[in-house]
């Protein structure tokens, strides 16, 4: 079978934890042991989020855009799924795919920001933060979080590579934090945009582009709910 699984922020980073490499790669190693049996077996194809991540990198470093930060997660985290996957399965091939996914510069999303990212700050901390950076903040929970244009994956423009590694036996990990979101310009070359592709959204086009027999969306909620949100709700 093939199998494309998109692994949840809290696979890196759980709720509270302090975003330390060393908590980071406490987590990826309990997801690569979940992940080992699967890969021994099948053809596997990872993405996961950068939420988290990308927030942090973003507050640490505001010369560089979104779309740059995006592509250095990429990188970071692919790192951390390859190094340790390779640990527990040193005979199977992995590789780390840089992931540009083209979106609509007319998407509506960039008229309306409402994807978090980056850690919680406490209300006066996070109304600085607007003055200062010119950023879009939303309540989550108590405390508030950037949010940032979060526009439609339309088109993965690496998906003739990654089909050629999984053809090969390679694992691959790609469309890392819903990949690179890039638009085409008028003369059809390709720039980058100030966004962040949902995850969940990258993996559904990843999943169906390759022709996927199973899409597998891992976080930490305690089941899928019949009539979520309502008195009668019960986990299926």
Known sequence: MRIVIALGGNALLRRGETPTAANQRHNVRIAAAALA????????????GN????????LQSAAYPL??????????IGYLIEQEL???????RCATLLTQIEVDQDDPAFDHPDKPIGPVYAEAEARKLVVERGWHIAQDGAFFRRVVPSPEPKRIFELGVIEL????????????????????RKNGSLSGVEAVIDKDLA?????RELKADALLMLTDVDAVYRGWGTSGASAI
């Open 37 to 48: 049996p699967i890969a021994r077996r099948h053809e596997l194809v990872i993405s996961h």
């Open 67 to 76: 779309d740059i930060l995006d592509a250095e997660t990429e990188g970071m």
């Open 165 to 184: 590694l999984v053809s090969q036996g390679v694992i691959v990990i790609c469309a890392g934090g819903g990949g690179i979101p890039v638009v085409h």
């Open 86 to 92: 390779g640990n527990l399965l040193p005979d199977l």
């Open 51 to 58: 939420g988290p991540q990308v927030g942090l990198l973003a």
């Open 203 to 207: 993996s559904a086009l990843l999943a």
